[in-house]
């Protein structure tokens, strides 16, 4: 498994010559550094901690299960020659992906706040007809007569966003060596500015 750490820029277009044009996302990867190893024997499951700089006096550390992303029938022996590929102090960098490579990329999605149910779920609302101009953005009914109370999992009001998600599949399109950058096909999970998990896909 390959994984690296990296820092959203922003989403631009590129144009190939086959394909046209390509709307990516920008990753920054400066050079990670590797600070910890789990091992078996130890902590009972294998991991790598990557570090990365997100400012000029701030660090970021994020884990990788390797054990969990390999398959399951892989034996002990090839797992830990994966976990040797990242000894302690090495660095890692964009050189470890390919140009339409599959990769996974995890984030925090943009924190909304406490929105109703019109943002948060698509509803429709009331009728805008007459009598109905205080009612546009009301949930509605949220239960019956029985059970007599509301139901666990409604779609109500609440937080909306904040919350981890990886998206899944999608094309490495471009890959600057000299400055660190990676570009991939698609939008990725979270804000500008905001530390990101490219992983490859199993």
């Not at 981890?164 to 000299?178: D, F, P, Q």
Request: with cysteine; hydrophobic share 40%.
């Amino acid at each position: 498994m390959k994984f690296i750490l990296g820092k959203k820029l922003g989403m631009t277009t590129l144009f190939d010559e086959t394909k046209g044009a390509l709307n990516v996302t920008l990753i920054a990867c400066e050079e990670n550094k590797v600070k910890l190893n789990r091992t078996l024997e130890k902590d009972g499951y294998l991991a790598v901690q990557l570090e990365t700089k997100k400012t000029v006096n701030k660090t970021v550390r994020k884990e990788f299960r390797i054990d969990k992303a390999i398959a399951l029938g892989t034996d002990r022996t090839a797992l830990t020659k994966e976990l040797e590929k990242y000894p302690i102090d090495g660095a890692v960098d964009v050189t470890l992906f390919e140009v339409g490579e599959k990769v996974n990329i995890a984030g925090v999605t943009k924190a909304k706040g406490f929105q109703g149910t019109v943002k948060r779920y698509g509803f429709s609302g009331g009728r805008k007809s007459h009598g109905g101009k205080h009612d546009l953005r009301k949930p509605g009914s949220i239960g019956a007569t029985f059970p007599e109370h509301v139901v666990k999992g409604r779609r109500m009001a609440g937080r909306m966003g904040g919350a981890n998600m990886t998206a899944l599949n999608l094309s490495v399109a471009y890959i600057n060596k000299e400055e660190g950058i990676i570009a991939v096909r698609g939008a990725v999970p979270g804000v500008n500015g905001r530390i990101v998990k490219i992983m490859s896909v199993k």
